[in-house]
């Protein structure tokens, strides 16, 4: 639930993913006839990860002008369905027709920049899969998260306008997004 204003994640996704045309400038080289034609482009997801990374563009660079984006991202806390993103055939499409489920996938980190352009400071934001509870770190300094302590409360409006990389883990089918297999092996040697 995003507040007016706000940039659904989902729209930007949309417009990652949209089809494109191919023309003047840009036109497509086909090497079978050895021209520059028109053509249309789709960028899609093949093969899902079990990490995602996002990364929002949050500077703008043109020849004449620099700025930092600072629009406010709305994106879920749990359940991105990356469904509509997914290439027609590919396995992870197969996948989800043959598991009936969509590919959902759950936050459980964010990196922030705050500041200009030229001058910031990246802080970063992180759930504890262990206590459920969301905690902030800015250098040396940890705190809890208070208004994301509820994972259905959604992302603060500091984080919206903050975040720059979003970090997703792909949830396990009849696993809750905060169990996580902290089990981790050490091989000596």
């Not at 749990?78 to 992870?92: N, V």
């Not at 027709?97 to 500041?115: K, N």
Request: charged content about 25%; some cysteine.
């Amino acid at each position: 639930a995003g507040s007016e204003g706000d940039v659904p994640l989902g729209e930007c996704l949309d417009e990652f993913c949209k089809e494109e045309v191919l023309d003047d400038a840009d036109q497509f080289y086909c090497a079978g006839c050895a021209a520059h034609v028109r053509a249309h482009k789709r960028l899609a997801l093949w093969r899902l990860p079990p990490i995602l990374v996002i990364h929002l563009k949050r500077f703008a660079f043109s020849e004449v002008h620099r700025e930092k984006l600072d629009a406010p991202i709305n994106f879920p806390l749990t359940s991105l369905d990356l469904s509509k993103a997914l290439a027609q055939g590919s396995p992870s499409r197969e996948a989800q027709v043959q598991d009936g489920a969509p590919p959902l996938y759950d936050l459980y980190a964010a990196c922030c920049h705050t500041g200009s352009l030229t001058n910031g400071h990246y802080t970063a934001t992180c759930l504890n899969h262990t206590d459920g509870h969301w905690y902030s770190f800015n250098d040396g300094v940890v705190t809890r998260v208070a208004d994301m302590g509820a994972q259905r409360s959604g992302p603060s409006a500091k984080l919206k306008r903050d975040a720059y990389l979003l970090f997703y883990r792909r949830r396990e089918l009849g696993k809750p997004p905060a169990v996580l297999d902290t089990t981790v092996a050490v091989q000596r040697g």
